[in-house]
């Protein structure tokens, strides 16, 4: 695993770190200081029918607001957070607070799925569909009000057990998504035996796609795949109006990207609702159905 350089923040973690040194405790007792100090922020960024330009969804990623180093973004805590377990407390931090989103959104009228990201030890929890359960209770949802974001490494790990999780998760009616499609151990043999809804496609083939037949060839393949395997296709990574034009002509379903939002604080969300209204959406669905 290679943790990404980031300018806006300094990388926390270092792969070579040892379990056992004194730096990597020290994160360790600094995640779970975070816990208890309010030290973590929902962020979430809008997910959006590429057809009709409507908002049908947002995905819930986590911040870490730290009181000396500033902001520290995901893929520098974790990696950390999944290989010492603290994860299972993040996860469910991150289940609530998307959960009481949800429930404010809706008393506004704004019925959107919330997307959360999962990882390996979550799926490896024996408990996380009865957390499930009593978190949509607790909140008055319904299972639709959830999509669960996977990654084909998080599963290989211990696909027997991944799986029964995922099954048992899929029997409750909540969406299940494969994340970052494309990278990493793609095994397509799991897109055939997992009850999964969605199928992401991974940011790397879409950021450029415009510019690049490669992309474009392999966007258009894994859209067709996904289709035919009767999921729902997303594209991450969508930075220009040309890219989500070519995505819509291509049938891609939905997408999430900086042209249309970056991942913004949870609080935020109304006024950005309220603001995103059809005239930027129409103009470029107009665009989009030249075929
Ligand atoms: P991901 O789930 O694949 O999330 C998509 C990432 O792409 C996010 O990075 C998002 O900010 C970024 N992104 C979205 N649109 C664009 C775009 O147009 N251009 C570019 N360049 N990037 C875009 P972020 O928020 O830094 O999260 C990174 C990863 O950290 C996530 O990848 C996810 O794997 C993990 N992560 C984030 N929050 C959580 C969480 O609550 N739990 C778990 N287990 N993992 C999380
Ligand atoms: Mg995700
Ligand atoms: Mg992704
Ligand atoms: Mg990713």
């Excluded at 806006?8 to 208890?36: C, F, H, I, Q």
Aim: charged share 25%; hydrophobic share 40%.
């Amino acid at each position: 695993y290679a943790a990404k350089q980031r300018t806006e923040g300094p990388v926390v973690y270092d792969p070579a770190m040892d379990k056992s040194s004194a730096k990597s405790l020290s994160l360790l007792t600094e995640l779970r200081n975070a816990a208890e100090g309010n030290q973590f922020r929902l962020h979430v960024q809008p997910k959006i029918s590429l057809a009709s330009g409507q908002v049908v969804g947002m995905e819930a990623l986590v911040r870490w607001v730290h009181p000396e180093r500033g902001n520290v973004f995901p893929d520098e805590f974790i990696p950390f957070a999944e290989q010492t377990g603290f994860i299972r407390i993040l996860t469910r931090w991150v289940m609530e607070r998307s959960a009481e989103l949800c429930r404010e959104l809706a008393g506004r009228g704004h019925h959107l799925k919330v997307s959360v990201n999962l990882s390996t030890r979550d799926l490896l929890d024996q408990d996380l569909p009865a957390k499930f359960a009593d978190l949509l209770s607790r909140h008055k949802l319904g299972p639709g009000s959830f999509c669960l974001e996977i990654t084909e490494s998080a599963i290989m790990d211990d696909p027997v057990r991944a799986q029964q999780t995922l099954e048992r998760l899929s029997a409750m009616g909540l969406d299940l998504s494969i994340d970052d499609f494309g990278t990493g151990y793609s095994s397509l043999a799991y897109l055939k035996r997992l009850p999964v809804n969605e199928l992401k496609i991974d940011k790397s083939f879409v950021l450029n796609m415009e510019h690049d037949e490669g992309d474009t060839k392999i966007v258009r393949s894994t859209i067709d795949l996904g289709h035919n395997m009767g999921l729902r296709v997303v594209a991450e990574g969508i930075e220009s109006e040309a890219v989500w034009r070519l995505l819509a002509d291509l049938g891609c379903d939905q997408g999430q990207g900086y042209f249309m939002s970056r991942p913004i604080p949870a609080d935020q969300l109304v006024p950005w609702l309220e603001k995103w209204q059809a005239p930027l959406a129409a103009a470029a669905v107009e665009g989009a159905v030249s075929y």
